[in-house]
């Protein structure tokens, strides 16, 4: 995707550096990070400057590279399985996580030339990963009409899986080929990737769209305005049931209470066929202070942290949730559009 005219896939590596686009700073400032080994790498997808389920994917086979470039040779075994370990506790939720770690890892160890062929495959993976988001926008254009008003979730865009990203992805191959579309965006709290991720590719695209607070989404559905919704996802398990940003299951069932079609995108690096239900997927619960505190632009242009919640309050900040299948009209992936209780992958 191109930010300011100059194309950018949201992570990618450069000798034994891992460079991403500091998320954590948009839509106020665009700055590239770079992660010298693979535990500031770790650290750059635990503290969120790199997230989105296809970015953490990279991010983490990228950090598998990186450590198979440092291992040296008389503790080689050691270190690369501690890095394996390390790189998987970063973030329990998304699926990519854990097959590209795994696929990675499972290349290079069979290698003459372990580092080399860790960033090959890891390389690969990215690559596979931006074909497979461009087919699901292909799949998706099919569901959208001219004149289409669609509502979406959190950020499942380029800046979630490298490029193009999963539900927006047919958003903007739908906006290319000259179909009217009207996006309305969740804002997505607590962490706001809605209002500021979201918002700020559909800006870049010039594709029109407002910021609705995420308790509004009834109301619109009740006003007729929404034609379709389409949502991302961190994991889907073999019966169907998707995990998703906290909030995506109260969407579903709204849209189901008003007849609005719900569409899941993700490639099939997403799916994770162990886990025979959304009950076995993992959800990761995050700090507190992510509810408790805002980050957001002062009128004198500084990037400030303020607190927005009685002071001395405790909160809880689970921060993904499980949509049942019986909820979502089909999962769009790079193969196809597919029922939820069809699924071989
Ligand atoms: O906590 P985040 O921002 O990493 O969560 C991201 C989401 O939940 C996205 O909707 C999801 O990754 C799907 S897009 C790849």
């Not at 906290?246 to 099939?268: D, H, L, M, Q, R």
């Amino acid at each position: 995707m191109k930010v300011d005219g100059k194309d950018y896939r949201t992570v990618w590596m450069e000798g034994s550096s891992v460079f991403l686009i500091e998320q954590n700073l948009l839509p106020f400032d665009f700055r590239i990070y770079e992660a010298k080994n693979y535990l500031e790498t770790c650290r750059a997808i635990k503290t969120m400057k790199v997230r989105g389920a296809g970015a953490v994917g990279e991010a983490a086979g990228f950090a598998m590279a990186q450590a198979f470039l440092e291992a040296l040779e008389n503790t080689f075994g050691e270190y690369i399985e501690k890095a394996k370990k390390d790189i998987e506790a970063t973030r329990p939720t998304a699926q990519n996580l854990f097959y590209t770690v795994s696929r990675v890892f499972a290349a290079a160890k069979k290698s003459t030339e372990p580092g080399k062929t860790a960033v090959v495959e890891a390389q690969k993976i990215a690559d596979e990963d931006v074909e497979a988001c461009k087919r699901i926008g292909e799949y998706g254009n099919e569901l959208i009409r001219d004149g289409f008003n669609i509502e979406t979730h959190c950020n499942a865009g380029w800046l979630a899986f490298v490029d193009y990203g999963t539900a927006l992805s047919p958003i903007y191959l739908a906006h290319r080929s000259g179909k009217k579309v009207f996006v309305y965006v969740d804002e997505t709290r607590p962490r706001n990737q809605g209002a500021k991720l979201t918002a700020w590719e559909l800006k870049n695209e010039g594709v029109p769209y407002v910021i609705l607070p995420d308790n509004a989404g009834a109301y619109l559905m009740f006003q007729g305005k929404i034609d379709i919704m389409i949502v991302g996802a961190d994991r889907i398990a073999r019966n169907g049931d998707v995990a998703n940003k906290i909030g995506t299951f109260e969407k579903a069932i709204v849209a189901k209470e008003f007849g609005v079609p719900f569409y899941v995108a993700a490639p099939s690096s997403t799916f994770d066929l162990n886990c025979n239900s959304g009950r076995d997927i993992p959800i990761e619960e995050r700090d507190e202070d992510e509810v408790l505190y805002q980050t957001g632009l002062t009128g004198e242009g500084n990037l400030e942290k303020i607190l927005v919640c009685s002071p001395g309050s405790k909160a809880i900040n689970p921060v993904f949730d499980i949509t049942p299948a019986k909820y979502i009209s089909g999962i769009i992936t790079e193969k196809g559009i597919i029922e939820p209780w069809a699924i071989k992958v």
